[in-house]
């Protein structure tokens, strides 16, 4: 039954042409089963066929273009029906009786067809209204001034009921047409806003998973960049001392390896977090604030740290951007100035985070002091960026680098 269904909504004009040819065959039929009906009365004298049969014929063929052109089928149907009632009715009698044929079905979905599928407008309108009236004129002739209705004079409550009923028949395919309609029209603004949905959906996710490199990337940077160049520093020196100094050496050595240690644990917590199967798990802790006496001493930089203010608990996400900008600043002193020393100085003010990173190195006149291609400062711009912070990074006047970010606390932004 579903796949017929399915086949007939792939093919809607030969399934209206189907069904015009099934109202005809049934009209055909009910008429030549009314004349057998009317045989067993001798004083009944039998119409000519062929009338009859192109009335059925001009009634409900044109149903066959009722998606295609709704209105106009609805107005010829519903033309003709009135028409050949009014032509015919006066020699047949029986022409009264609906249910001896299948014209007034044909006109009933002719009207259905036209508040369907006929696009809203005034002149649609207009049309239904005058077919509307045109067939409830033909109710009233029939009930009231019909021969045939003479049966019917003098016994208002029958007339009465007639004329209702008559009526509730012609408004029932327009409501339920209207009804259709609208349930429609709902189906294809749902369907459009699930697809709609669909796509914010797939934006979304792909917005995530961009987002989400780019902080994997950021994190990777910040700590194989870190690192390595400490790692590199730290051999450039042992390199230097280990035949004038082997024990120093020794523990340049030693702080190689640390180093090197604590980028494998780093970057396997990293890789951890991209291997998970989306199980709850218990993430290793990010680093923090607290833990910047670690990070200037493992600088490879002789690394003045200054902390002012009451230092109290932040958002985990600003402490981590912090310590990462500042990680991000010493790994570019140490990288690019050429020098020997820095000043960290960070300030919990009572509205925002201020951090300063000064280094002594050679004074340069360029804005960023990262070779091409170079993601650092821009990594650090996008962290503070996050909280709505500022972010100022160039060549000091006396010499040497400084990178100057203000993060505001309390949900303030700025």
């Known amino acids: 039954m579903r796949q017929m269904t399915d086949t007939l909504r792939r093919h809607p004009v030969a399934a209206d042409a189907g069904l015009a040819a099934a109202l005809a065959l049934t009209g055909i039929v009910a008429l030549y089963a009314m004349f057998e009906l009317m045989r067993q009365d001798p004083s009944f004298a039998l119409p000519s066929k062929p009338p009859l049969i192109l009335m059925v014929l001009a009634v409900t063929l ?16 519903s033309c003709l029906f009135v028409a050949t009632r009014i032509i015919l009715a006066p020699d047949v009698p029986f022409l009264t009786a609906w249910e001896s044929y299948a014209t007034v079905w044909a006109c009933w979905l002719a009207l259905y067809s036209a508040v369907v599928h006929q696009r809203s407008s005034r002149h649609a309108a207009i049309v239904l209204t005058v077919l509307v009236a045109l067939l409830a004129a033909e109710i009233v002739r029939e009930v009231f001034l019909h021969a045939h209705g003479g049966a019917y004079r003098g016994l208002p409550l029958n007339q009465a009921f007639l004329v209702v009923y008559n009526a509730l028949f012609l408004v029932w395919p327009l409501v339920l047409g209207a009804t259709v309609r609208s349930l429609r029209e709902r189906q294809r603004e749902l369907a459009a806003r699930t697809v709609e949905l669909q796509r914010e959906r797939e934006e979304n996710a792909q917005r995530a998973v961009l987002e989400e490199r780019v902080r994997i990337a950021r994190e990777l940077h910040d700590v194989v ?8 520093v730290q051999a450039g020196a042992a390199r230097r001392v280990l035949k004038r100094r082997p024990e120093q050496a020794e523990e340049v050595l030693t702080s190689i390896e640390g180093s090197s240690r604590q980028a494998v644990v780093e970057l396997q917590r990293l890789l951890g977090f991209l291997r998970r199967d989306g199980r709850a798990d218990a993430p290793t802790p990010q680093p923090r604030l607290g833990r910047l006496e670690e990070l200037v001493a493992d600088a490879g930089l002789a690394v003045d740290l200054v902390v002012a203010g009451e230092p109290r608990e932040l958002p985990a996400t600003l402490e981590l951007s912090a310590y990462r900008v500042i990680q991000e600043a010493l790994t570019n002193a140490r990288k690019h100035s050429g020098g020997t020393a820095a000043t960290v100085h960070v300030d919990y003010w009572a509205r925002e985070l201020e951090i300063r990173v000064r280094d002594d190195g050679r004074n340069t006149t360029a804005p960023e002091r990262e070779p091409l291609g170079g993601h650092g400062l821009l990594g650090m711009r996008e962290r503070v960026w996050l909280h709505g912070g500022h ?24």
């Open 62 to 77: 044109p149903l066959a273009g009722r998606r295609r052109f709704p209105l106009t089928v609805a107005a010829t149907v």
């Open 225 to 232: 960049a870190h690192h390595v160049s400490v790692m590199g």
């Open 391 to 414: 972010l100022r990074a160039g060549p000091r006047p006396g010499g040497g680098f400084e990178v100057h970010v203000t993060l505001p606390l309390n949900g303030d932004r700025a």
